[in-house]
Antibody
């Protein structure tokens, strides 16, 4: 059974860089059938896709965040990561990692999420 | 970017009765390969979202057959044939055309 587990700092100050890691178990991140992505949900708000990556290294970004975001994969650790620079209060959110099908982009396995707060 | 509009925003339901949620996209989600890149998710209270329907009408693994998706192009519908108490939560539609993803604002389903 595939499981995804997010890890991150929890609390950041404005202008800092957010680094999150998603550890995948039960599947290889090199599995050619899937992509791996990050989605966030601000308190009381809806869902917003941030970025996705394929094991080959192909990346896809939300245009509204592209200038501050990078996504990467570490096949040796079976992990993928997200970096978000220059964070501000609106970046406060629950951050989810997820696996999605390459053929349809349906996010069919989700992590439990990690809450990130930005506050001075 | 495609804007996804869901309605209603809130849907009180009676167990055993049918329910329906609509989602409209600002752009045509029908790909040249014949698939509509439209998914439906349910986020139960305190949980991560779960995939219900992908490519407009295909049920995800383990999803009860009381859930069905229909529509094409810009207008889509999620139907629950007989609502159960465990179906409460927020339902989101999501489009993924051209490898760019946007979610609808959500429809909150609660028991009357």
């Amino acid at each position: 059974q595939v499981q995804l587990l997010e890890s991150g700092p929890g609390l950041l100050k404005p202008s800092e860089t957010l680094s999150l890691t998603c550890t995948v178990s039960g599947d290889s991140i090199s599995n050619s059938d899937y992509y791996w992505g990050w989605i966030r949900q601000s308190p009381g708000e809806g869902l917003a896709w941030i970025a996705s990556i394929y094991s080959s290294g192909n990346t896809y970004y939300n245009p509204s965040l592209k200038s501050r975001v990078s996504i990467s994969v570490d096949t040796s650790k079976n992990q993928f990561s997200l970096r978000l620079t220059s964070v501000t209060a609106p970046d406060t959110a629950m951050y989810y990692c997820a696996r999605h099908m390459g053929s349809s982009w349906g996010f069919e396995v989700w992590g439990r999420g990690t809450l990130v707060a930005v506050s001075s | 970017d495609s804007v996804m509009t869901q309605f209603p925003l809130s849907l009180p339901v009676t167990p055993g009765e049918p329910a329906s949620i609509s989602c409209r996209s600002s752009q045509n989600l029908l790909h040249s390969n014949g698939h509509n890149y439209l998914d439906w998710y349910l986020q139960k209270p305190g949980q991560s979202p779960q995939l219900l329907i992908y490519l407009g009408s295909k049920r995800a693994s383990g999803v009860p057959d009381r859930f069905s998706g229909s529509g094409s192009g810009t207008d889509f519908t999620l139907k629950i044939s007989r609502v159960e108490a465990e179906d409460v939560g927020i339902y989101y539609c999501m489009q993924a055309l051209q490898s760019q993803v946007t979610f609808g604002g959500g429809t909150k389903v609660e028991i009357k």
